[in-house]
């Protein structure tokens, strides 16, 4: 059975910074794309970030967050990781990383978007205060 446990969120004020994991059990991350995704209260899901390399090295961003956050990859740990920094207010929000069954091309995940993940933790709450 597939588990991803995220874990890091919590409170910060505007400037600061968090770090994110995601720890994977039945599931190993190297060879596969994966990704993290931001839902605030009344929103819709965000793609946030995420690696298509299977190995952490080809990553994207989202606009909003591009420049602050970084997407990592710890194979001899099966975590996955989500540094953030200099964090905003409108950055606020439950995160939830994904992972897919296989690696997908940068082209594939931008034509399929999330329907390409296959699993999802249960969410981490981020909460920025000005």
């Known amino acids: 059975q597939v588990q991803l446990v995220e874990s890091g969120g919590g409170s910060v004020q505007a400037g600061g910074s968090l770090r994110l994991s995601c720890a994977a059990s039945g599931y190993t991350y190297r060879s596969r794309s994966t990704g993290w995704f931001r839902q605030a209260l009344g929103k819709e899901r965000e793609g946030v970030a995420g690696?298509?390399?299977?190995?952490?090295?080809?990553?994207y961003y989202a606009d909003s967050v591009e420049g602050r956050f970084t997407i990592s990859l710890d194979n001899a740990k099966n975590t996955l990781y989500l540094q953030m920094n200099s964090l905003k207010p409108e950055d606020s929000a439950m995160y939830y990383c994904a992972a897919s069954g296989r690696v997908y091309s940068m082209n594939r995940i931008r034509a399929l978007g999330p329907t390409i993940y296959n699993y999802w933790g249960q969410g981490t709450q981020v909460t920025v205060s000005s």
């Open positions: 690696s298509y390399s299977g190995d952490g090295t080809y990553t």
